[in-house]
């Protein structure tokens, strides 16, 4: 079956980096879009960095010229480099991808969720 696995979270100092790696195997098709997601207690999961097929990318504006989303299409997996992380960015990160399993519909899939602590 299809599986989303992430790593790559972690504690860090603010202004530190950290590099989200999140890889899907299984009996895959295709892959649409990817995606990063992060969650605190409280608050709705929101949309961090989005990237297509083709590699168009979207960001929430908070994290725009600090995050940087790829993917390895060859891999089936999607990255997120995270670069002058702040203590608002401590969550659970998310990783998200729609996906179409051999003889399937396209669904979402999720990853486990991994920590980013980012400490002052």
């Known amino acids: 079956q299809v599986q989303l696995v992430e790593s790559g979270g972690g504690l860090v100092q603010a202004g530190g980096s950290l590099r989200l790696s999140c890889a899907a195997s299984?009996?895959?098709?295709?892959?649409?879009?990817m995606g990063w997601y992060r969650q605190t207690p409280g608050r709705q999961r929101e949309l961090v960095a989005a990237?297509?097929?083709?590699?168009?990318?979207n960001y929430v504006d908070s994290v725009k010229g600090r995050f940087t989303i790829s993917r390895d299409n060859a891999k089936n997996t999607v990255y997120l480099q995270m670069n002058s992380l702040k203590p608002e960015d401590t969550a659970v990160y998310y990783c998200?991808?729609?996906?179409?399993?051999?003889?399937?519909?396209?669904?979402?899939?999720w990853g486990q969720g991994t920590q980013v602590t980012v400490s002052s």
């Open positions: 998200k991808a729609d996906i179409a399993a051999v003889w399937s519909r396209i669904r979402d899939y």
């Open positions: 990237i297509t097929t083709g590699g168009s990318t």
């Open positions: 299984g009996s895959i098709f295709s892959i649409n879009s």
